[in-house]
């Protein structure tokens, strides 16, 4: 951090899903599958999933109205709006621009996307952390949203299983009692091994010259080697996220990972030594909604009484790139 660095305060949180539940005993309608069989690989019962003219926009807005609501603050407040999306329903407008808009912000702030896949969210509270310590900005808006089953192909049941649609959204200032609320933070990637998920655009070259090799335009995933990866690299890494902070295990009350895999989420459990309560999942109910899935997460274990505000969590994810982060955090009351 830099020197006299301003501190953050998270000031609000929300998410959305679709109204469309569709159950692993809906999936056997497409390929030869069984609810059993999915839920011992993933811990997925179901997911919801974006109909007719729903998008990842849609969730969004819906997310960043709610984050915006229990902040206390006014869209006119925001400075700043950055969306983490890997699955958006178009690469440009912006997303950010399409909620500036939709938020009626009158005053030509800055918004824009960036692209970290399920650990988008990470990523985008590192940079308006940045923002914020420096001073350039006040209020920020972070969005996370993601239509993934718009560019599944829905007759690969190996991918198709994992993935639901869904939106969260943060709201973060500077603090004004000079509590930071991010404890520690660290993103990282190795570029090396991105080829283990990937999503291909689609596209001709001109009609003028050598044509393109065409590929498969839906999300590909090796998941055996995403599991291996992650199985690998995550249980230690939140074990160093926390030694690098000067806390142990025991100092934090929740962890609050990314909701891709429930045999993953366990991993890193086993590591940590913690007890069911203090993991907070709901992987089963809506599958992996890529960067939305910690903040969706994180609320509705508050809604449910899961988790209680005033405490301290470790927040953390991991996706295509390969990229991962994690931050511990304050969740003050009040917040979502």
């Known amino acids: ?76 407040d925001i400075e700043l709006i950055i969306v983490a999306s890997s699955a958006p329903p178009q690469l440009y407008p912006a997303i950010g621009c399409r909620i500036q808009t939709a938020l009626n912000i009158p005053n030509n702030i800055p918004a824009f996307d960036i692209t970290a896949a399920c650990s988008g969210l990470i990523y985008a509270l590192s940079i308006a952390r940045g923002y914020i310590a420096s001073g350039m900005y006040k209020n920020i808006l972070l969005v996370a949203t993601d239509n993934n089953s718009r560019l599944l192909d829905w007759s690969d049941r190996s991918c198709s299983i994992l993935f639901g649609d869904g939106a969260g959204a943060m709201v973060v200032t500077a603090s004004d009692d000079g509590v ?120 509705e274990g508050v809604e449910k009484g899961k988790v209680k505000l005033g405490a301290t969590a470790i927040l953390t994810g991991f996706g295509a790139g390969m990229t991962w982060g994690g931050c511990i955090v304050r969740l003050r009351e009040g917040i979502c």
């Open 180 to 299: 930071d609320d991010i404890i520690s933070l660290d993103i990282r990637a190795d570029g090396s091994i991105g080829d283990i998920i990937q999503l291909n655009l689609q596209g001709k070259n001109c009609p003028l010259v050598e044509q393109r090799e065409e590929s498969n335009q839906y999300i590909q995933m090796n998941g055996k080697e995403v599991y291996r990866f992650v199985a690998r690299v995550l249980p230690e890494y939140v074990e160093n996220l926390i030694a690098n902070a000067n806390m142990k295990a025991e100092d934090i009350d929740y962890l609050i990972p990314h909701q891709a895999n429930l045999r993953i989420i366990q991993a890193v459990q086993e590591r940590l030594g913690y007890a069911n309560e203090k993991v907070v999942t709901n992987i089963e109910k809506y599958g992996n909604t890529s960067a939305a899935s910690i903040p969706l997460a994180l609320v």
């Open 1 to 76: 951090m830099i020197n006299n660095a301003i501190p953050l305060r998270i000031a609000g949180i929300g998410y959305s899903v679709p109204e469309t539940v569709v159950t692993n005993e809906d999936l056997t309608k497409l390929y030869d599958t069984s609810d059993e069989w999915i839920y011992t690989r993933t811990g997925i019962k179901e997911r919801r999933l974006v109909s007719g003219n729903e998008d990842a926009l849609s969730l969004g807005v819906d997310a960043a109205k709610k984050a915006l609501d229990k902040s206390g603050l006014k869209p006119d």
